[in-house]
């Protein structure tokens, strides 16, 4: 995420003489990268990317604990400064206030009640600064809000008091069917995972970390207000943001699990501007849920680790300086170990001894650290790598054991064989300095030379069952080429082989939800005997028979069958473990049914069509195929009841009538 914020408001809390450039180039060298610098009347406006792990580090006072560790390096005077927000000095509790959590949802609950309330138009170096970094000025209780948040990098809330009328929130889950309507007049439903603030009627007045609601968001006739602001689970906020789709600033902050301790910080200085803008005073007791503190840490590290992992020698007293000015509180040096308390700006992110060598690091300038290669050592694979070869493994085991024997070809072919099945060798990629015009040409696909190792082997066997797994090469104007891996079969036994084979194999893979699609497209296939194989919207498989003018060209005594998928997207759509279906304790009928075949039906088609008019259906299989005759056994049976063999048939009339 990216954030802006201006040099003047910066100041406010950074004491140095560092011009803007110099802040943008020290703070891009060690820090987060400042995209760019412009100038804006008599200020400048910075925009900063902000990595997902730091998110300390989007708002003003986070940049300037940044600066002023970086900036000390380099020699350039800095120091920190109103940082700290006092305490509120009144307290009162002429207005009623209870908020109730009691299941936990939220991390931490501030809350308190502001009296006297005045709405106008913000100070002119309010609207400046919040317009200078995109946000557009309303009056001053809203602008107080953003401005906040800006500031101390912790989204905050503001509700009418009196809107609210109960002077109760409590923080629950949405009920299903429940819906709200946000600020901006949409209605949203909610879910359960969803995380909301009713007034005790069980009516909606706020969606936590995302939005607040229209029944009570302040108007112009306000006059109480309840300042409110919330840590929340960044899981939820997140699932709800997305889910809604609304994407807001504060859940954007809020999904990134911002520190709880700044919660109370963001109160103190929305009472102290609250007080100073608007004329209010407070008249609640302040309300402070803290569900889950933030547990404190240390870390310890040893000089000769940081030296090692480094590569460079440093200065004890050095290092110290630069954690305690990250905010790291120096606690002891003792057997050769350095010890740090972790400041709760920074738990989520620093854990382990290499997090604060990495800080180290940074802030000293990786640009001065040594360019020394290190030793070679093994390099974990993507993911993506992995999946190819565990998954090329399990499939080369299960077809092995189906009685199928791996062939290894090599990736190129000749301009003989491409020609020979009528495809132009100008569309494959050439070698221009091949050893043999038998391999001239890269492959794009693997049936070529499965077919040749039939017709290589013939007359040494009855039966081949042959399977490839290769990578296939598709040319790219202008760039290297796409490299796709491909599992190729090829059988000259039958065309239910081939079928079977494929069916076992995506049974043992655990994909569902597979669909056969009948098909012509295929030149080098017989056009009256070939399919594609989809699971959802991807097609993961095309088989069939070889054409028999090809089958004729390469001199082959008996019909082979061909099927090539894509070995990605097979893997992509397997499951580990097959989906758990529990075991039916009721009986099951079996019923036999043979169905002439017209041409145009295939088994496919049958078996949607059964399954959509029986709701006994279990399943179906293929029992034999004479001539045109195709043989079916149904499996019927409920998971409420033991059925009857009549009401099985009832339900089998359904089917041959529907097929029929």
């Given at each position: 995420?990216n954030?802006?914020?201006t040099?003047?408001?910066?100041?406010?809390?950074?004491?140095?003489?560092?011009?803007?450039?110099?802040?943008?180039?020290?703070?891009?060298?060690?820090?987060?990268?400042v995209?760019?610098?412009?100038k804006?009347?008599d200020?400048?406006?910075?925009?900063?990317?902000?990595?997902?792990?730091?998110?300390?580090?989007a708002?003003?006072v986070?940049?300037a604990?940044?600066?002023?560790?970086?900036?000390n390096?380099?020699?350039?005077?800095?120091?920190?400064?109103?940082?700290?927000?006092p305490?509120?000095?009144?307290?009162?509790?002429?207005?009623?206030l209870?908020i109730?959590?009691?299941k936990?949802?939220?991390?931490?609950?501030?809350s308190?009640v502001?009296?006297n309330?005045?709405?106008?138009?913000?100070p002119?170096?309010?609207?400046?600064?919040?317009e200078?970094?995109g946000?557009?000025s309303?009056n001053?209780i809203i602008d107080?809000?953003?401005?906040?948040?800006?500031?101390?990098g912790?989204?905050?809330?503001v509700m009418d008091y009196?809107?609210?009328?109960?002077?109760?929130?409590?923080i629950?889950?949405?009920?299903?069917g429940?819906?709200?309507?946000t600020?901006?007049?949409?209605?949203h439903?909610?879910s359960?995972q969803?995380?909301i603030a009713?007034?005790?009627?069980?009516?909606?007045v706020?969606l936590?970390?995302?939005?607040?609601?229209e029944?009570?968001?302040?108007?112009?006739?306000?006059k109480?207000?309840?300042?409110?602001?919330?840590?929340?689970?960044p899981?939820i906020?997140?699932?709800?943001?997305?889910?809604?789709?609304?994407?807001?600033?504060?859940?954007?902050?809020?999904?990134?699990?911002?520190?709880?301790?700044?919660?109370?910080?963001?109160?103190?200085?929305?009472?102290?501007?609250?007080?100073?803008?608007?004329?209010?005073?407070?008249a609640s007791?302040?309300?402070?849920?803290?569900n889950r503190?933030?547990?404190?840490?240390?870390?310890?590290?040893?000089m000769?680790?940081?030296?090692?992992?480094?590569?460079?020698?440093?200065?004890?007293?050095?290092?110290?300086t630069?954690?305690k000015n990250?905010?790291?509180?120096f606690?002891?040096d003792?057997?050769?170990?350095?010890t740090?308390?972790?400041p709760?700006?920074?738990?989520?992110?620093?854990?382990i001894?290499?997090?604060?060598?990495?800080?180290?690091?940074?802030?000293?300038?990786?640009?001065h650290?040594p360019?020394?290669?290190?030793?070679m050592?093994?390099i974990?694979?993507?993911?993506?790598?992995?999946?190819?070869?565990?998954?090329?493994s399990?499939?080369?085991?299960?077809?092995?054991?189906?009685?199928?024997?791996?062939?290894?070809?090599?990736s190129m072919i000749?301009?003989?064989?491409?020609?020979?099945?009528d495809f132009?060798?100008?569309?494959?990629?050439?070698?221009?300095?091949?050893?043999s015009?038998e391999?001239?040409?890269?492959?794009?696909?693997?049936?070529?030379?499965?077919?040749k190792n039939i017709?290589?082997?013939?007359?040494?066997?009855e039966?081949f069952?042959?399977f490839?797994?290769?990578?296939?090469?598709l040319s790219?104007e202008?760039?290297?080429?796409?490299?796709?891996?491909?599992?190729?079969i090829?059988?000259?036994?039958?065309f239910?082989?081939?079928?079977?084979?494929?069916?076992?194999?995506?049974?043992?893979?655990?994909?569902?939800s597979?669909?056969?699609?009948i098909?012509?497209?295929h030149?080098?296939?017989?056009?009256?005997?070939?399919?594609?194989?989809?699971?959802?919207?991807?097609l993961?498989?095309?088989?069939?028979?070889?054409?028999?003018?090809?089958?004729?060209?390469q001199q082959?005594t008996k019909?082979?069958?061909?099927?090539?998928?894509?070995?990605?997207?097979?893997?992509?759509?397997?499951?580990?473990?097959?989906r758990y279906r529990?075991?039916?304790q009721?009986?099951?009928?079996?019923l036999?049914?043979?169905?002439?075949?017209?041409?145009?039906?295939n088994?496919?088609?049958?078996?949607?069509?059964?399954?959509?008019?029986?709701?006994l259906?279990?399943?179906?299989?293929?029992?034999?195929?004479?001539?045109?005759?195709?043989?079916l056994?149904?499996?019927f049976?409920?998971?409420?009841?033991?059925?009857?063999?009549?009401?099985?048939?009832?339900d089998?009339?359904?089917?041959?009538?529907?097929?029929?």
């Amino acid at each position: 995420m990216n954030i802006k914020i201006t040099h003047n408001w910066l100041k406010e809390y950074l004491e140095t003489d560092a011009t803007p450039d110099q802040i943008q180039k020290y703070l891009s060298l060690c820090g987060p990268s400042v995209e760019s610098v412009i100038k804006n009347k008599d200020d400048y406006i910075y925009d900063i990317e902000v990595t997902s792990n730091r998110i300390d580090t989007a708002s003003v006072v986070g940049i300037a604990r940044e600066a002023f560790a970086i900036l000390n390096q380099y020699g350039i005077k800095a120091q920190l400064k109103n940082v700290i927000v006092p305490e509120p000095k009144n307290d009162s509790d002429r207005l009623s206030l209870s908020i109730s959590d009691t299941k936990k949802l939220c991390n931490r609950v501030v809350s308190v009640v502001m009296d006297n309330v005045h709405i106008k138009d913000s100070p002119k170096y309010i609207k400046d600064r919040l317009e200078s970094v995109g946000i557009r000025s309303l009056n001053n209780i809203i602008d107080i809000t953003n401005y906040v948040m800006i500031e101390y990098g912790h989204p905050t809330h503001v509700m009418d008091y009196d809107r609210i009328k109960t002077g109760k929130l409590i923080i629950r889950n949405a009920e299903k069917g429940e819906s709200a309507i946000t600020l901006d007049g949409k209605k949203h439903q909610l879910s359960k995972q969803d995380v909301i603030a009713d007034d005790g009627t069980g009516r909606i007045v706020d969606l936590l970390g995302i939005m607040g609601t229209e029944n009570s968001v302040v108007t112009t006739q306000t006059k109480r207000v309840v300042l409110f602001i919330e840590s929340n689970n960044p899981h939820i906020i997140r699932h709800t943001s997305m889910k809604l789709g609304i994407r807001t600033v504060a859940a954007i902050y809020d999904e990134k699990q911002v520190d709880s301790e700044l919660a109370k910080v963001a109160l103190n200085r929305l009472i102290q501007l609250f007080e100073e803008l608007a004329e209010a005073k407070i008249a609640s007791k302040s309300i402070d849920i803290y569900n889950r503190p933030t547990q404190k840490k240390s870390v310890s590290i040893s000089m000769g680790d940081l030296d090692r992992i480094i590569g460079v020698p440093m200065k004890k007293d050095e290092v110290v300086t630069i954690l305690k000015n990250l905010g790291f509180n120096f606690i002891s040096d003792k057997n050769n170990l350095l010890t740090f308390s972790i400041p709760s700006f920074r738990s989520h992110d620093i854990s382990i001894k290499e997090d604060l060598v990495e800080e180290v690091a940074r802030i000293y300038g990786y640009h001065h650290l040594p360019s020394a290669l290190q030793p070679m050592v093994y390099i974990k694979q993507p993911k993506e790598s992995e999946l190819i070869f565990s998954g090329q493994s399990k499939i080369k085991y299960f077809l092995k054991h189906l009685g199928l024997h791996e062939v290894m070809n090599y990736s190129m072919i000749s301009k003989e064989m491409i020609e020979s099945y009528d495809f132009d060798p100008k569309e494959y990629l050439r070698l221009s300095n091949t050893i043999s015009e038998e391999i001239e040409y890269m492959r794009r696909t693997l049936l070529y030379s499965l077919v040749k190792n039939i017709k290589d082997n013939e007359g040494k066997k009855e039966e081949f069952r042959f399977f490839e797994i290769a990578k296939t090469y598709l040319s790219r104007e202008n760039e290297l080429p796409d490299e796709t891996f491909k599992l190729g079969i090829a059988v000259n036994t039958s065309f239910s082989d081939l079928k079977g084979i494929l069916d076992a194999l995506f049974k043992e893979l655990n994909i569902e939800s597979i669909k056969t699609k009948i098909t012509e497209e295929h030149t080098i296939l017989n056009k009256k005997l070939q399919g594609e194989i989809y699971v959802g919207n991807h097609l993961i498989c095309v088989f069939g028979q070889l054409n028999k003018k090809y089958e004729f060209k390469q001199q082959l005594t008996k019909p082979v069958y061909l099927a090539q998928l894509g070995l990605e997207a097979l893997l992509k759509s397997a499951r580990q473990f097959p989906r758990y279906r529990p075991i039916n304790q009721f009986a099951t009928v079996k019923l036999d049914f043979t169905i002439e075949m017209d041409g145009k039906t295939n088994f496919e088609e049958i078996k949607i069509k059964a399954f959509k008019v029986s709701s006994l259906l279990e399943n179906v299989e293929v029992v034999s195929i004479y001539k045109n005759r195709l043989s079916l056994r149904f499996y019927f049976s409920s998971s409420e009841k033991n059925i009857t063999e009549d009401e099985a048939k009832k339900d089998l009339k359904k089917i041959s009538d529907s097929v029929s």
